[in-house]
């Protein structure tokens, strides 16, 4: 490609509201511009890099049998309706109405559309298992879209659905997806790590994402500093023991707090240890109120909570919804004295606070000496605190240790959430209906671009992996109006085609400084500068990765760019 022909808007000035690397990189380097809110253009570097990674996908999940088709982003809201999704997904689902009224959804995921489509055209065990994928622009409303391409409304995602005919068959294909998927990060050239998760808003058990160890990363992953062990930090669960102070329990007082409200002003307030605190929160559970507990050092896992009711929704109740169900505004909660239409539930840790302090319902006031199941019941003590780093790893080998993740895949089984929701049934061997046992395997794609853009820079720019690079070489003649430069770059530009490498050539007329630090910025692996020495047929050779510099005369340039590719 000639660099005059094609479209690079290279920027030499940060931009203001990019705040990560891969973000501020692919806007300088051109690859990618902002439409809206993030919505992104691909530019044609940001295109090339897309359809690389779309490659190896398609590759490997070829490889593990699975067939591409393509569905449509439109659907109908009776699909959604069906599963009965179109109520709990909430505001991340972008829905609109056609001409006559119709509602429909941009699809966030497929599963709706899929098992409408499967129930339809499958009615045998002859016909399973099938696995089918797609890749293919997603559509979710993000409360905070951000990080560039990491956390977009509109993003490229390939997403994959199986159905079986039984388990065995489902647990064989989840294991080849979780081959294919390592295969696919490995060969992008990513550090990630397999990690156990939440199937969130899918429904279904056994899950892992794929997670790139990053800085910047949302997730947190909790790891075993011993054995393999790795979840995300929403799923760990806690083994902890806890032992009670040897002290005798005390009686039941209210104190005044005025003004203090968050555990380390009460604690300091009352001079007590946070863990001597309970910390009481109201969730709204689909539509239950929920007084959680957990100590003042804790905190409160919702996605443990949700679990823990089976529930679709849990949202921390809003201040003033707080008020009008406890009568007391959030920093004096507690579990003496709740209205009997709100359950109350603790975490393991609370069960052995003794002569605690607890907030009393009531404006600035706390209790002290608090000791539950005296001063109080609860339905029931659970697992509902996120673990910390040196608690005991849940493998029982080692402590946990945390790191950040961007989560680039995510593989699910699913079971029979929606083929039962929507009557996706086969007939057995023996003639009976059952519903399809389905997986269901995403990876973000535009994610995974930023997430190798993230991981593979320098303070000069974009550094790309060979395999997923735009362009393998950077052809730049120092002065395009050398007619010796000029004539050389033209031949090897046609040459190196016709060996099979994609060059850049960069015939623009632009100081060579700008040249080569557009190049830098840009990261093409290997970069041929035709320059003084044109005239003897000697180029000079560099490698982005590492600034190695070679001067190569011409007739061994294609030896030195096999042994450099190879
Ligand atoms: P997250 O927790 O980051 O919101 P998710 O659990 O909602 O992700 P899935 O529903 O599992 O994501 O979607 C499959 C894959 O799609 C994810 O593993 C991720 O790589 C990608 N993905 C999800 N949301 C986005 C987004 N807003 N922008 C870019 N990629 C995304
Ligand atoms: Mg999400």
């Known amino acids: 490609m000639r660099q005059s022909m094609t479209l690079i808007p290279t920027l030499r000035e940060v931009p203001a509201d990019a705040e990560i690397k891969s973000h501020q990189l692919l806007l300088r380097a051109g690859f990618i511009r902002q439409n809206s809110s993030g919505v992104y253009s691909f530019l044609p570097l940001g295109k090339k890099v897309l359809q690389k990674i779309e490659a190896i996908v398609r590759e490997e999940m070829d490889e593990a049998g699975a067939v591409e088709l393509l569905m449509p982003a439109l659907q109908q809201a009776e699909f959604w309706q069906e599963s009965g999704r179109w109520y709990t997904y909430g505001p991340e689902l972008m829905r609109l109405r056609d001409r006559n009224e119709r509602e429909f959804a941009l699809g966030a995921t497929h599963e709706e559309v899929i098992t409408s489509l499967i129930r339809d055209e499958v009615k045998s065990y002859k016909r399973l298992p099938l696995t089918l994928?797609?890749?293919?622009?997603?559509?979710?409303?993000?409360?905070?879209?951000?990080?560039?391409l990491l956390r977009g409304r509109e993003f490229i995602m390939k997403d994959a659905y199986s159905f079986h005919s039984n388990q065995e068959s489902l647990d064989e294909v989840y294991q080849q997806l979780f081959t294919a998927y390592s295969n696919i990060f490995r060969r992008c050239g990513l550090d990630f790590?397999?990690?156990?998760?939440?199937?969130?808003?899918?429904?279904?058990k056994d899950t892992h994402e794929f997670m790139v160890l990053s800085d910047v990363g949302e997730d947190t992953i909790a790891y075993s500093d011993t054995s393999d062990y790795a979840a995300n930090i929403e799923m760990a669960p806690v083994n902890a023991t806890y032992e009670k102070k040897q002290e005798a329990e005390r009686e039941l007082e209210k104190v005044q707090t005025a003004g203090q409200k968050t555990i380390d002003e009460v604690s300091s307030f009352l001079n007590v240890e946070a863990a001597d605190c309970i910390k009481s929160l109201l969730f709204k559970v689909d539509e239950k109120y929920v007084l959680v507990l957990v100590r003042g050092d804790h905190e409160v896992n919702d996605i443990k909570?949700?679990?823990l009711y089976g529930a679709a929704v849990v949202e921390l109740a809003e201040a003033a919804e707080t008020k009008e169900v406890l009568q007391c505004s959030v920093g004096s909660l507690g579990p003496i004295g709740t209205p009997e239409n709100v359950e109350i539930v603790a975490d393991h840790a609370v069960k052995y606070i003794v002569n605690g302090i607890a907030g009393a319902n009531e404006e600035d006031y706390h209790y002290v000496n608090v000791n539950p199941e005296r001063d109080f019941q609860v339905s029931q003590f659970a697992d509902l605190r996120f673990i910390l780093e040196g608690d005991a790893s849940p493998d029982g080998q080692g402590h946990i240790r945390f790191a950040k993740g961007i989560e680039v895949g995510h593989v699910f089984k699913l079971g029979t959430r929606y083929s039962e929701a929507m009557n996706a049934v086969y007939l057995d061997e023996n003639g009976r209906t059952q519903p399809m046992i389905m997986g269901c395997y995403g990876i973000g794609v535009s994610r995974t671009l930023a997430a190798v853009a993230e991981q593979f820079n320098d303070e000069k720019g974009l550094v790309w992996p060979a395999d997923l690079a735009p362009y393998q070489i950077h052809l730049i003649p120092v002065n395009v109006k050398d007619e010796e430069q000029s004539a050389l770059a033209e031949k090897l530009y046609s040459g190196l085609r016709q060996q099979g490498y994609e060059v850049l050539l960069d015939d623009r007329q632009?100081?060579?400084?700008?040249?080569f630090a557009d190049s830098d910025l840009i990261g093409i692996p290997v970069r041929i500068t035709v320059g003084k020495k044109a005239g003897e047929g000697i180029v000079e050779l560099k490698l982005r990765t590492t600034g190695e510099v070679l001067e190569v005369k011409e007739d061994s340039l294609p030896e030195q760019l096999r042994s450099i590719f190879s």
């Open 133 to 148: 994928y797609q890749i293919q622009t997603k559509f979710r409303d993000e409360k905070r879209p951000r990080f560039g």
């Open 510 to 515: 632009e100081r060579p400084g700008v040249k």
């Open 193 to 204: 790590r397999a990690v156990i998760a939440d199937s969130g808003a899918m429904g279904g």
């Open 305 to 307: 909570l949700k679990n």
